[in-house]
């Protein structure tokens, strides 16, 4: 129910993943997979080629971080994923709001927006390359396409369940309309915004190795793909582990933002 | 900003209002008359479903009467305003803003300066109160603060006339009677006209001038009693008279074949 926080925010964000990782569920739950993992390698139930060892895994990693490939490829496709989610979360949250608000919006873009909403990303990937090639723009396209539609749906929700009572007392505190708009329609919807936003940024990413995999020459999906044609699954685990790794982190931290943000809608 | 004593007369009349419904048109308010004078405190009581809040919600602009006239000082209502406010018994303060900021979003149609703007959400605090939780977000107030923190809000602004929905419904026994003496305070100071709405006939007594009594739906106003007592009044002190009313609106609203409300 507490609502004022006496930490700053880099404190708590420490100390709460912090305590994630070091908790003592997650520690036996790694430690299970770990030793199954090793113990299935260690049998060579299967060749090392087609399911590498922990070690194996391990020294692929290192080796990418050292030879510099790993920096490379996740600042490149980190930033393909930054563009594309803030294109399409901006996007999403501004029609969100204007279909959740004006009828004649509503009324042009919503059926043609659901209809949208089914496609899966992967599918887009062939048109992408074709409008736009093989560089950026396609990755952008893709990414900013899926969080935009995923935001918009969310945003659009949110807007339409603002209580009726928040409007009511604001309209008879006299308040105008575009301050209604700005102060209570707005934060009443954005714990759906949020949440939209939240699953725009797991979108992000499910897009932009999509995009990767086919029709690129750099990158985290890039590097899987190369990977594969040199049969190196112990490169292929690494970066699988990195590619979970930073989505847990990133989702985590947008988790936490939000929070900070609709601070009243916890409890 | 206190509210001058010769305005808020609200006239309902001849009002009806209907809503249409899958199964049909149903009346929810029928034929009314009623006029709140400047300055008075009106309880209205009923059986759940009579009307009480669809009349209340076509006074503050919600709703618009199927016929006849609802005008505020000879002027009809269209739309909420300012010049009617309303408390509502969930409370409707907005959880993203402090206490202190749920009045200031009241006075921001007033363009004070900054200071001035805060200076009045504070001594609308102070009167009910609460100075010294000013920063607190209402889900860190219990729910007699939170109803104080609304009635500063809406009194903030400087209604004529001010609409109450069971504002003390949700509240145990012993806050409501320290809410009531309260609200008296504040409404002596401001004397806006007030329209209270409950279903607890001792609360429309301690407190009303006029006390309304509303029939089962389609409701209409089946009786009135004009109420002199001093105030602050209480059944042990303000004499046989109070009872004797409070026993007859009590058989008012029991129906002879059930005993379904009240």
């Known amino acids: 129910m507490a609502v004022t926080q006496t930490t700053s925010p880099s404190a708590v964000w420490r100390t709460s993943l912090g305590r994630v990782l070091t908790s003592s569920q997650s520690l036996v739950s790694f430690g299970f997979v770990l030793v199954i993992w090793s113990v299935v390698a260690a049998l060579k139930i299967v060749p090392d080629t087609i399911f590498p060892s922990p070690w194996a895994t391990w020294s692929a990693l290192t080796e990418m971080w050292q030879n510099g490939t790993m920096s490379k490829d996740l600042r490149v496709s980190l930033g393909r994923a930054v563009v594309g989610f803030s294109i399409g979360a901006s996007l999403g949250v501004i029609v969100g709001l204007m279909t959740g608000r004006v009828a004649i919006v509503r009324t042009f873009l919503n059926p043609f927006l659901n209809l949208l909403r089914p496609i899966p990303a992967i599918a887009l990937v062939p048109v992408a390359i074709v409008w736009f090639g093989i560089g950026e723009g396609s990755k952008y396209f893709v990414i900013s396409y899926t969080v935009f539609l995923t935001v918009w749906f969310n945003t659009h929700h949110g807007m339409q369940y603002v209580p009726d009572t928040y409007l009511r007392a604001s309209r008879s505190l006299g308040a105008s309309k575009m301050r209604e708009f700005l102060t209570v329609v707005i934060p009443a919807a954005a714990p759906h915004i949020f949440a939209g936003i939240r699953l725009g940024v797991a979108l992000a990413f499910l897009s932009l190795i999509a995009a990767e995999l086919s029709g690129a020459s750099s990158g985290l999906g890039f590097r899987l793909q190369e990977a594969r044609q040199y049969i190196r699954t112990d490169r292929m685990f690494a970066l699988l582990i990195i590619l979970g790794a930073l989505g847990a982190a990133i989702d985590y931290l947008v988790h936490r933002i939000g929070q900070k943000l609709v601070h009243w809608e916890q409890g | ?262």
């Open chain 2, 1 to 262: 900003m206190d509210a001058d004593p010769n305005v808020g007369k609200v006239t309902i009349d001849d009002v009806v209002i209907r809503f249409k419904t899958k199964q049909g048109e149903i009346t929810a308010l029928d034929r009314t008359q009623l006029t709140l004078e400047p300055g008075t405190f009106t309880a209205l009581i009923g059986p759940s479903g009579c009307g009480k809040s669809t009349l209340m919600n076509a006074i503050a602009g919600f709703a618009t009467p199927s016929e006849g006239n609802l005008t505020l000082d000879g002027a009809p209502i269209t739309e909420p305003s300012n010049d009617v406010g309303v408390i509502f018994q969930q409370y409707a303060l907005f959880p993203w803003f402090t206490a202190l900021g749920n009045i200031r979003f009241g006075l921001k149609q007033f363009k004070l300066s900054k200071n001035e703007e805060i200076d009045r959400a504070h001594a609308a605090l102070e009167e009910v109160g609460l100075s010294q939780h000013a920063n607190k977000y209402p889900q860190q107030l219990s729910g007699g603060m939170k109803q104080r923190v609304a009635i500063a809000r809406t009194f903030a602004v400087g209604p004529k006339v001010l609409l109450m929905d069971e504002p003390f419904g949700a509240l145990d026994a012993q806050t409501r009677i320290s809410m009531h003496s309260l609200l008296m305070d504040v409404w002596q100071k401001h004397r806006a006209t007030v329209l209270f709405v409950t279903h607890d006939v001792d609360e429309a007594l301690l407190l009303a001038d006029d006390v309304r009594v509303m029939s089962q739906a389609p409701g209409r106003m089946i009786r009135h009693y004009n109420l002199t007592q001093k105030r602050p009044r209480a059944f042990s002190r303000s004499g046989p008279e109070l009872l004797e009313i409070r026993e007859e609106i009590l058989g008012l609203l029991r129906p002879d074949e059930d005993l379904t409300v009240t």
